[in-house]
């Protein structure tokens, strides 16, 4: 078997993941009531009018229909009293006619035609019921979610072991994604961040695979696929496009150094960069590509910041809390207890990495760079928008990191890994198992069940 055709076996762990992963999404899915989640009823609605129309709506065109069963809908579940600002006693007759600040009047990318590919996918589960009660249908948009979630799985799985991961490492890693409460919760609901999670993650099993095996048709279709579709996904994949060069770069520079083969192995690299260039140009036709545009021409002298922005300290707590665990929108919180514990297990993965006591949970160099890459150009592209965009404190949720949560997981097991002394192989996966599936249980039962079901 070449190099180009080796697979992915032991798929025993991964569909363990992919099960309990579909379980525990179709809890939170169903445990969580009705639009609250983050821009759900916009999301919602935008896949509704391609499921009922048969074809993509136009900006702004919007079934009367539609309207009044959604605003029934978000009274009957008491949309307004979860997130502290109340409804209108009187219901109107137009989503557009609420307060401004309502949420779901200010979430509707119908409006402004910002169209993803997300909304297809959700479009295609709705459809066949599409007379149903609104709610049942919000159910299977939400489920269209977990199943992508599982993929998300079966692909960090395959990306730990393409890595040549120890077992272990994988096992945990993988697992560190099922146990994740806060990405749990994003996807298994509606929402074009689990499909731009999935694509941006098959890019990088792509480069994974470029870097380890070479230049093959199923990477490089993985790599160029994936960024193409992330892009035409949601605006978080934009830290695709510089990534992609810097591999490129990386990549082709490594070719240079070997001495075999050397002169059709960089003129396949250079011609890789340039594709992925030409890819970069083109994507300014895509909604990322107009998003980076509009948010540059927005970059004006005076226009940053303004009355009633989060300040930066909070900026930065709510976007780490957010990362982990606050459910509804952004409003219910898991404790200071619950945070204090998750920040200690995150200085143990640091402290691991730099000083560690097992040396048996190694991995290559290049692939700590590609993963360190990918986490570093995901935060500062984030990081960028909240300081430089105007209004974009407003955005402080760590669900704008998930394109990079596989390799956040592999830092994250890895150094609970190497921090725990040689020997305890078993007890090192089990125990950091073990400790994320009950703050997984305590943020389930102890801060999103009591909030919304306190009355029940």
Not at 195 to 201: D, G, I, K, R, V
Not at 337 to 346: A, C, R, S
Not at 357 to 364: A, F, K, M, T, Y
Not at 381 to 410: E, H, I, S, T
């Amino acid at each position: 078997m070449d190099r180009c055709s080796a697979g992915i076996s032991h798929w025993t762990w991964p569909a363990l993941w992919m099960a309990l992963a579909l379980i525990r999404g179709l809890l939170y899915a169903a445990l969580v009531p009705p639009w609250q989640a983050p821009d759900e009823p916009g999301h919602f609605e935008y896949a509704w009018h391609i499921a009922r129309l048969g074809r993509l709506p136009a900006p702004g065109e919007i079934l009367p229909e539609f309207e009044r069963e959604q605003l029934g809908s978000l009274y009957a579940w008491h949309y307004g009293a979860f997130i502290g600002r109340p409804l209108p006693d009187r219901m109107p007759e137009r989503i557009s006619d609420l307060p401004s600040s309502i949420f779901a009047q200010r979430s509707r990318t119908l409006l402004g035609g910002r169209f993803s590919l997300a909304y297809l996918w959700a479009a295609g589960f709705i459809a066949p019921l599409i007379h149903e009660d609104l709610s049942v249908l919000l159910y299977l948009a939400r489920a269209s979610s977990v199943i992508l979630n599982a993929m998300v799985i079966a692909l960090a799985w395959a990306i730990f072991r393409e890595a040549d991961l120890p077992q272990g490492w994988a096992v945990a890693a993988t697992g560190f994604l099922v146990f994740w409460p806060q990405h749990t919760f994003i996807n298994a609901s509606v929402n074009e961040g689990p499909m731009a999670e999935l694509w941006a993650t098959l890019a990088l099993w792509g480069w994974i695979r470029l870097f380890r095996r070479g230049l093959c048709p199923l990477g490089l279709g993985a790599i160029i696929g994936g960024t193409g579709l992330a892009l035409w996904t949601k605006n978080t994949a934009a830290p695709l496009i510089p990534l992609s060069v810097l591999y490129a770069a990386t990549w082709g520079y490594r070719i240079f150094r070997s001495k075999r083969q050397w002169g059709w192995k960089l003129t396949s690299g250079v011609t890789l960069a340039f594709l992925l260039f030409s890819a970069a140009l083109l994507s300014f036709r895509t909604p990322v590509g107009r998003w980076v545009q509009g948010a540059l021409r927005a970059l004006e002298p005076g226009d940053i910041g303004g009355e009633g922005l989060p300040s930066l300290d909070q900026t930065f707590r709510l976007a780490v809390e957010s990362m982990w665990a606050r459910f509804g929108w952004m409003n219910v919180s898991a404790g200071w207890f619950w945070y204090g514990v998750v920040y200690l297990l995150l200085m143990i993965a640091l402290e691991g990495w730099m000083l560690p006591r097992s040396r048996r949970w190694r991995v290559p160099g290049w692939v700590i760079g590609v993963m360190g890459a990918f986490v570093v150009f995901t935060v500062a592209g984030w990081m960028f928008f909240v300081m430089n965009v105007p209004r974009g404190r407003y955005y402080a949720q760590g669900r704008y990191m998930f394109p990079a949560a596989v390799p956040l997981a592999f830092f994250l097991a890895g150094g609970w890994g190497r921090w725990i002394p040689e020997g305890w192989e078993g007890a090192r996966v089990f125990g950091f198992l073990l400790l994320w599936a009950i703050l997984d249980a305590a943020a389930l039962a102890f801060a999103l069940l009591p909030y919304f079901y306190k009355g029940g």
